[in-house]
């Protein structure tokens, strides 16, 4: 059975890694956070003092961090600290899972390459709730060998696993998601408010438009209008899910990239413009679905 060394137990890294602990693999985490660490080794892993430690004997080395910085720095060390790359066997493989921006990804894959190290970027879509389900899905980016090889623990973990391309192709395909996706929640928000200021049911209206033109994911999984969907955070004060925060940081990414490819994307930027503001009212660890309430009349929120 495979040995997984796990970095960064947030509330995603957490519950990827205790469903490889129930696929009976031998797990070995390393957070900042003691408690985290605490909480997978009450399931069953092991843990390890240093990021290193954990990874320099293990099959598959699987990471998921805040940013671009925390990545580079984990993998490349500096002059004072050594980093993955210094330590993991050569028969490894280097899975990312953070969201980051491409040129890290695509930096650590090179340095990776020179060293004879498969590394891979693959980013997840699928939330909280599909971390924990093992439903995720994987986008990933590096080569063909990485990719099959790192089967073994991704189909523990998620449910689908598209190859994009090289490295940092993951992260492109990640962000360009999660643009369309932030679009479509504020264009979701404000039909459905629309319909509520002229007299609709936002329930009827969420039946009505999912099974005709206008129909979309957040209609169909991930209603924004409070009490129209049981079971997302629209109902539950917007707590859980994927906080306005993240949203926020993966549209930054989004920008950076149209900027350094000359790409037009107007509605990317008036998203990230909305959220940005919206966090900036208190909403920064709501879940992203809470801005409908950017459009609900201010005595009715």
Same mark, same amino acid.
């Given at each position: 059975m495979a040995t997984v060394a796990f970095i960064g137990l947030g509330n995603m890294g957490g519950p990827m890694a205790a469903n490889l602990i129930k696929a009976g693999m031998t797990v070995t985490v390393f957070d900042l956070v003691p408690a985290a660490v605490e909480a997978l080794t009450a399931q069953g892993a092991l843990s390890a003092k240093t990021a290193c430690g954990a990874a320099a004997s293990a099959d598959f080395v699987i990471t998921m961090l805040p940013a671009g910085?925390? @990545?580079?720095?984990l993998y490349l060390g500096d002059d004072d600290t050594k980093g993955l790359l210094d330590v993991v066997s050569k028969e490894a493989v280097l899975i990312d899972c953070s969201t980051i921006d491409a040129e890290s990804a695509q930096v650590v894959g090179k340095h990776a390459q020179a060293k004879g190290i498969e590394f891979m970027d693959a980013p997840v879509s699928g939330g909280t709730a599909g971390a924990a389900a093992g439903t995720l899905?994987?986008?990933? =980016?590096g080569s063909d060998k990485a990719y099959q090889k790192a089967q073994t623990v991704l189909t523990v973990m998620g449910a689908n696993i598209f190859h994009a391309g090289a490295t940092g192709a993951g992260q492109i395909a990640k962000i360009c998601n999660n643009m369309l996706l932030s679009v479509l929640m504020v264009g979701t928000s404000e039909s459905l408010q629309l319909g509520i200021d002229n007299g609709l049911d936002p329930k009827v209206l969420s039946d009505i438009m999912k099974v005709s033109s206008g129909g979309n994911w957040t209609l169909e999984k991930y209603n924004p209008c409070p009490d129209v969907m049981e079971? @997302?955070? $629209? $109902?539950n004060d917007?707590? =859980?899910g994927f906080m306005v925060d993240l949203m926020v940081k993966d549209l930054g990414l989004s920008q950076q990239t149209s900027v350094a490819s000359n790409s037009s994307t107007p509605m990317g930027s008036l998203a990230r413009s909305m959220y940005v503001n919206h966090a900036r009212q208190g909403n920064g660890r709501r879940d992203f679905s809470s801005i409908f309430e950017q459009f609900t009349p201010a005595d009715k929120k």
């Open positions: 910085k925390h @990545v580079r720095h899905t994987f986008i990933c =980016g079971n @997302v955070p $629209s $109902s917007y707590q =859980g």
